[in-house]
């Protein structure tokens, strides 16, 4: 195994380098991966945050090639450094704007060429096609590399830690689609925003669907044990299971699986109390 180290190459393939941007912390694991692809041109992946050292990386590792610089998501901790990099290199920026109503998003980020589902930037050296999967983020696209059959995923899949749905924007049913819709394509290999590389793409996201329909399950239980209740109150039963340190966190799941609820008519909203139907 690669060790995860900010600042430092890792070659993954013929095809893809790894750096680990310097931002390490309970949400982000060792920190955001940035993946630079192809030799002769390169196309950087998540840029990371606005770290000199972390964009000075990118640019040695880079050394004058970088052409194409793609976001996967606007969160600060993916898209930030990419305004300098861009000015840097000259490079052009594809993904999508940031939502005006979500929380922790970069509202810097303009890309040169809008990403659509299915759109394909195809090199001498390599074929990157972009997948639309919200569900984290309204505007969450992973990137396939065709020739490998990996999938750099951005937040859709992280290793060793549990996405983070905050609605409005993050939608728990449009992610549990969004994982399904993955599923069609043939991928050998997960390359996440945060930790290593995943083998096995198709175990490890029928793993998470599995994940986020026993969480469901709780939360349905809680409801019909407690009656209903708050966000507060709820997600002391619904995630008993998970340190009080990240209930914070865990409420934005908790209100996405909600959601999720009153939308299929297995649940109601009162006002921000919320019952079983």
Known sequence: MITLEPGRTSELSGRVRRIVAPNPSVMTGPGTNTYLLGREQVAVIDPGPDERAHI??????????????????????????????????????WGQVAPADEL???????????FTDGAV???????????????????????????EG?????????????????PPGGDMKDYLGSLEKLKAYPLQH?????GELMPAPVAVIDGIVAHRLQREAKVVRALAATGGGTLEELVLTAYDDVPTALHM????????????????GRAVDRAGR???C
């Open 190 to 194: 997960l390359a996440p925003g945060h």
């Open 150 to 166: 990996m999938l750099m995923t951005g937040d859709h899949i992280m290793n060793g830690s549990t996405v983070v749905i905050i």
């Open 56 to 93: 000075e990386a990118i640019l040695a590792e880079g050394a004058g090639r970088i052409r194409w610089i793609l976001v996967t998501h606007t969160h600060e901790d993916h898209s930030p450094a990419a305004a300098a990099l861009a000015r840097e290199t000259g490079a052009e920026l």
């Open 274 to 276: 919320w019952a079983p």
């Open 249 to 264: 966190m865990a409420k934005y799941s908790l209100w996405a699986h909600l959601i999720k609820l009153v939308r299929e």
């Open 121 to 147: 930037l195809a090199t001498p050296e390599f074929r990157l096609r972009a997948i639309h999967t919200p569900g984290h983020a309204v505007n969450h696209y992973c990137v396939l590399l065709e020739e």
């Open 104 to 114: 922790y998003q970069d509202q810097t980020f303009r890309p040169d060429v809008p």
